[in-house]
């Protein structure tokens, strides 16, 4: 089945997405700037907490950008994909406790080894798992698999059994700022598209609503490291 929308046309559009950052931006200085002049008159300091609310949003979207603005594969390297998922989850784990979230794990690898950006493919399974875990804030079950396919790559699968996501949803997900979260930045997917992208690899969502929602990671062969005219088949 190949539904994998291809979400490197919408990542391109530079224009839209500096003007809708902008916008995210600008929301949360407004409101900064109003609550300040009112701090300044009325001296009421519990206005403070919307000013530091409102910068921590704005910090939370430039630390998201940020990860966008490093060039691609720039620390690329052979590390173990076992050992940097269970390192993932231990960090997870304290978060997941919280929750109320059990996490099952399955890694049947008999080679973990790939090449990678250790720090962008955490980065990638934590922004995951956040996801899976933000959508089931009365508890849940999260199962982490990763095996080795036919072909050669090796997938890793996200599942949880939350609500679910509307078909109608579904093509919005990695747009940037796209979420349905209060306090999301809706960059979470936008990155992990671009990062799996940069390895040379794709990343499907499979949803049904009541029953859950499972993340799929393809990560090519050992050794296969993207470059620009890499078209795989043909
Ligand atoms: P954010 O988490 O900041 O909202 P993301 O890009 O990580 O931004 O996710 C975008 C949106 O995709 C979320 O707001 C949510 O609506 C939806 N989504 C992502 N993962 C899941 C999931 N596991 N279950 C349900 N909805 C999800
Ligand atoms: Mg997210």
């Known amino acids: 089945a190949e539904e994998m929308m291809d979400r490197t046309e919408k990542l391109s ?3 839209q997405l500096a003007a809708s950052i902008a916008h995210e931006i600008r929301n949360p200085l407004t409101v900064i700037k109003g609550f300040i002049q009112l701090l300044n008159q009325m001296k009421n300091i519990q206005y403070l907490e919307v000013v530091l609310g409102e910068l921590k949003r704005i910090e939370e979207i430039i630390n998201d950008l940020l990860v966008l603005a490093k060039p691609q594969s720039s620390k690329m390297e052979k590390l173990n994909l076992k050992e940097l998922l269970e390192s993932t989850i231990a960090f997870f784990q ?6 109320d979230i059990d996490i099952q794990t399955n890694i049947d690898l008999a080679d973990p080894n790939i090449t990678g950006e250790a720090n962008r493919l955490k980065q990638v399974f934590i922004n995951i798992l956040k ?3 933000e959508a089931m804030p009365d508890g849940g079950r999260i199962d982490l698999s990763a095996q080795k396919l036919q072909d050669g790559r090796i997938v890793i699968k996200i599942e949880d059994n939350g609500p679910g996501i509307p078909e ?3 093509q919005n997900l990695g747009q940037p700022f796209y979420s349905t979260k209060e306090k999301g930045t809706g960059l979470g997917l936008m990155i992990c598209y671009r990062i799996i992208k940069n390895h040379g690899g794709d990343m499907e969502i499979k949803s049904k609503v ?3 929602t499972t ?3 393809f990560l090519p062969e050992k050794g296969t490291l993207p470059s620009e005219s890499d078209e795989k088949g043909s």
């Open 13 to 15: 559009v530079v224009g």
């Open 94 to 99: 304290s978060e997941a406790l919280l929750h």
């Open 131 to 133: 996801n899976a875990s």
């Open 168 to 170: 109608e949803r579904m």
């Open 210 to 212: 009541n029953e859950g």
């Open 215 to 217: 993340v799929h990671i």
